[in-house]
């Protein structure tokens, strides 16, 4: 059973930092690419970042440039994301989600309807 489930989410002051961590089971992590995405209450949800299956390559976008970071860690089935520079703005329900490897992987990251499987969210705020 594919399963994807975040952790880390919490209250944070602005310019704070926090790790949010997706652990997947029931599938081997490295055959997939894994999104992070995000829902800020009255607003779509949007993509923040991917990493690829087999390359490492990253993605981000333009709103947290600079102070995110994706990693992942097949051995322990789990992609981080760590976020730095906190702003009230990123206050948002954080999602992962996986994705059948793509050569067009660039452009599509930010995709919803791309990715099969959903993790059930962990929540950022941050506040003073």
């Known amino acids: 059973q594919v399963q994807l489930v975040e952790s880390g989410g919490g209250l944070v002051q602005p310019g704070g930092s926090l790790r949010l961590s997706c652990a997947a089971s029931?599938?081997?992590?490295?055959?997939?690419?894994i999104g992070w995405f995000r829902q800020a209450p009255g607003k779509e949800r949007e993509g923040v970042s991917c990493i690829s299956s087999n390359d490492g390559n990253t993605y981000y976008a333009d709103s947290v440039k600079g102070r995110f970071t994706i990693s992942r860690d097949n051995a322990k089935n789990t992609v981080y994301l760590q976020m730095n520079s906190l702003k009230p703005e990123d206050t948002a329900v954080y999602y992962c989600?996986?994705?059948?490897?793509?050569?067009?992987?660039?452009?599509?990251?930010?995709?919803?309807?791309?990715?099969?499987?959903w993790g059930q969210g962990t929540q950022v705020t941050v506040s003073s």
């Open positions: 989600a996986r994705m059948f490897p793509s050569p067009r992987l660039r452009r599509i990251w930010p995709r919803q309807n791309e990715y099969d499987y």
């Open positions: 029931g599938f081997t992590l490295d055959q997939y690419a």
